[in-house]
């Protein structure tokens, strides 16, 4: 577990050479910081959608998210501190966390940014709305955005609907460049 500057724990990025696909949150549970490990919070279902859409082999624990590089995936979030809900997080301190991103997706050559949750998208642009799915233009630079349903138990689309983005994103990773 890291520190932030403050002494609080802080959640570390997941991202290694390779990554394809950099997950984005707006930031960590304090049940994922308490864990050390991302996606944590009972009830989410990112782990379920990355195995459903065969983005993962199987579903993965919590506490096997440093296998995420294995399969060219990654998680980050815009902001490090927990909290129990995002609606506790500024625009302001949600726009911060876009100069860490845009570095991690340079650093580490990321293809494709995928936002866990429109809100988070919208957040990290400054816009006012998008669509699901590919986005046009990149926050990032060279790496293609897309927005993804929110893995939240508490989002309102059903597993289903959700399944729908996360399948079209593991299509999208297997097409042939070019």
Do not use: C
Not at 27 to 38: E, T, Y
Not at 52 to 67: Q, V
Not at 152 to 162: D, H, I, M, Q, Y
């Amino acid at each position: 577990m890291t520190r932030d500057t403050a002494g609080a724990p802080v959640l570390q990025d997941l991202v290694a050479e390779g990554v394809q696909v950099l997950f984005v949150g707006f930031n960590p549970s304090p049940r994922s910081v308490q864990q050390g490990h991302h996606y944590a919070g009972r009830g989410n279902q990112f782990w379920r959608l990355l195995a459903a859409s065969g983005l993962t082999p199987r579903p993965l624990r919590p506490e096997e998210d440093h296998l995420l590089p294995r399969w060219g995936l990654g998680s980050t979030n815009l902001v490090a501190r927990p909290t129990v809900s995002a609606a506790e997080l500024s625009r302001s301190e949600l726009r911060a966390g876009v100069p860490h991103l845009r570095r991690l997706v340079a650093r580490y050559q990321i293809p494709l940014v995928a936002y866990t949750g429109k809100g988070v998208y919208l957040a990290a642009t400054g816009k006012s709305q998008a669509p699901w799915g590919m986005q046009d233009g990149s926050l990032t630079g060279d790496a293609a955005d897309v927005v993804l349903p929110s893995p939240s138990g508490l989002a309102r689309l059903p597993f289903a609907e959700k399944l729908r983005d996360y399948r079209a994103l593991a299509e999208w990773l297997q097409r042939p460049p070019g």
